[in-house]
């Protein structure tokens, strides 16, 4: 019985998908919940399973080709003749063994009808499931083979080009190209960012933070805050995420959005994180980042990167958000001007910590700074308010207990 192998469900922010790769090829023998096929989506990639053991037939959406909710990838044929083959290779292995030379007989596991139509048909015989006596391929077995291949024509040829994330390394002195489709992921972030700088007013205000104090508490408590939360390690991002939290709650309109002619204000913080893949920049986003404590945030971010690096992450993970944050210091930045992942109001982002010479009452101080960029929309936000936001920001990492006293 064929079983349609079907594409998610997506939710209404996704219109369609792009077949990535299939894992499986037609006459492979799959086993239920095994991984067939990913399919990309603007978001993230979904990975679709089998719902059946058998075998794999016809492949209906080849690598490249773009799906709708719901619709038809492929089949597997239930219970079909791969998924037999495993038991069937003992049997046929003691039959070679007893009789290596049977009379009249080219190839112990062939017959020679089958040998003769799969080298016509470029089928190598021994990827074809035999049905016959002992495990033997039969002229009907290859017979099912050509017509599997030829149903599916765009399924070989695709996956060679399927890894096209990594940027490709040359010799030196070749002076030659490769062209390579954009992913999905990537193209949907080139598309937002561009309307972003199109649609919005945007601005950027700069500051910088003393992260002395910051990082005074971070290495007196980090052992004690690891072996109490379970192996949580404390890092700086949870405490970004806490400042910015009381920042947005005295500063509505930094984590408001426009929706039309209307100003939509969030009774919340859903802070999302940036993180970089191999697919490109991914959001995923903290829910109700103001009632996380120091841990939950440290421990939501650990594992939103480790699925942004094998990508596991939903699609609900990185829906919504009223303000995100951003830290370009992980690679080296010391300054950039972020932009604005529509339709929030501001992003912070962050930079590298590098030791300077600063002037502390009347003294010449050597101190780790780091700077500050607030991109906001000027639609929404007025100077005064953006730079309050990041002053607040800034008076709430140099001062930790302000956290803990909300002054």
Known sequence: ?????????????????????????????????????????????????????????????????????????????????????????????AAQAAAPAAAGEDDPVAAPAARKLAEENGIN????????????????????????????????????????????VFAAGDRVEKRVPMTRVRATVAKRLVEAQSNMAMLTTFNEVNMKPIMDLRSKYKDLFEKTHNGVRLGFMSFFVKAATEALKRFPAVNASIDGGDIVYHGYSDVGVAVSSDRGLVVPVLRNAELMSLAEIENGIATFGKKARDGKLSIDEMTG???????????????????????????????????????????VVILPMMYLALSYDHRLIDGKEAVSFLVTIKNLLEDPARLLLDI
């Open 125 to 168: 015989i021994a990827s074809v499931a035999g049905t016959g006596k002992g495990g033997r391929v039969t002229k009907e077995d290859v017979v099912a083979a050509v017509a599997a291949k030829k149903a599916a024509p765009a399924a070989a040829p695709a996956k060679a080009a399927a890894p096209a994330a990594a940027a490709p």
């Open 1 to 93: 019985m064929a079983i349609e192998i079907k594409a998610p469900t997506f939710p209404e922010s996704v219109a369609d998908g792009t077949v990535a790769t299939w894992h499986k090829q037609p006459g492979d023998a799959v086993k239920r919940d095994e991984l067939i096929v990913d399919i990309e989506t603007d978001k993230v990639v979904l990975e679709v399973l089998a719902t059946a053991d058998g075998v794999l037939g016809a492949i209906v959406k080849g690598e490249g080709d773009t799906v709708l909710s719901d619709e038809v990838l492929g089949s597997i044929v239930e219970g079909g003749a791969a998924a037999a083959a495993p038991a069937a290779a003992a049997p046929a292995a």
């Open 321 to 363: 958000g009223t303000f995100t944050i951003t830290n370009g210091g992980t690679f080296g930045s010391l300054l950039s001007t972020p932009i604005v992942n529509p339709p929030q109001a501001a992003i912070l982002g962050m930079h590298n910590i590098n030791e300077r010479p600063m002037a502390v009452k009347g003294e």
